[in-house]
Every structure is written in structure tokens, then in C-alpha cells.
């Protein structure tokens, strides 16, 4: 079992900055790929970055890349979204999610965190 659990949004002016941490439970989750995923009010979730277990491969979607960075320190069963450059449309709720095997894009994962809400104003 995996708990996750997310922090760090908050209200933030179009292109400020932001640093989502997911923190998890559980002595193997250096084993889990993880993904960042987010829905705005109205909309569907989805895809932000995933990483694999070690955080050296990553994939991120067109709308974040080069702005959007994943990392993960393990030893802290932590993993981060720094976001830069923020635009109002990155509004969202945003969800960490772990699951065994690395694959990109994928919405399949086991265990989710609650989310935290992200609002950048323009």
C-alpha cells in the first residue's frame, strides 16, 4: 500500500511559481513511477509528467513542457513539481499518483493522492 499525499498549491500571479510536493507512505516506493496529473473545474483530468522509479526519465505534456520540472528524492519518499512561468489556464486541482512499471501518458495508476489546488491569476 501507497498513501500519498499532496502540498503546495496555492494562488499564484501569471508567471510566478509554484512547488508541488507528494509525499508517500510505504518503504518501497523508490519502486513506483509516479505521475503528476490535474483537473480544472469542469474538464476532464489529465496528463501533466510522469517519471520512472529513479526520476531519470520523465515525460511531460506539450502544454508544460519547458516549464513544468518532475523530480523525486527517494530517500524521502517525495516527489516535486516545480512549475514556472504559471499561466491562468494551469488552474487546477493536481493529483500525484504512483503505480508499478513506468508508462508514459498513461491514467492507470494504483494509488492517487487528494489533490491540491493550484490558481493562478492573470
Known amino acids: 500500500q501507497v498513501q500519498l499525499v499532496e502540498s503546495g498549491g496555492g494562488l499564484v500571479q501569471a508567471g510566478g511559481s509554484l512547488r508541488l510536493s507528494c509525499a508517500a507512505s510505504?518503504?518501497?516506493?523508490?519502486?513506483?513511477?509516479v505521475g503528476w496529473f490535474r483537473q480544472a473545474p469542469g474538464k476532464e483530468r489529465e496528463f501533466v509528467v510522469a517519471?520512472?522509479?529513479?526520476?531519470?526519465?520523465?515525460y511531460y505534456a506539450s502544454s508544460v513542457k519547458g516549464r513544468f520540472t518532475i523530480s523525486r528524492d527517494n530517500a524521502k519518499n517525495t516527489v516535486y513539481l516545480q512549475m514556472n512561468s504559471l499561466k491562468p489556464e494551469d488552474t487546477a486541482v493536481y493529483y500525484c499518483?504512483?503505480?508499478?512499471?513506468?508508462?508514459?501518458?498513461?491514467?492507470?495508476?494504483?494509488?492517487w493522492g487528494q489533490g491540491t489546488q493550484v490558481t493562478v491569476s492573470s
Open positions: 499518483a504512483a503505480r508499478i512499471g513506468y508508462v508514459p501518458t498513461t491514467v492507470l495508476y494504483d494509488y
Open positions: 510505504g518503504r518501497t516506493f523508490s519502486s513506483y513511477a
Open positions: 517519471c520512472n522509479w529513479s526520476g531519470a526519465i520523465t
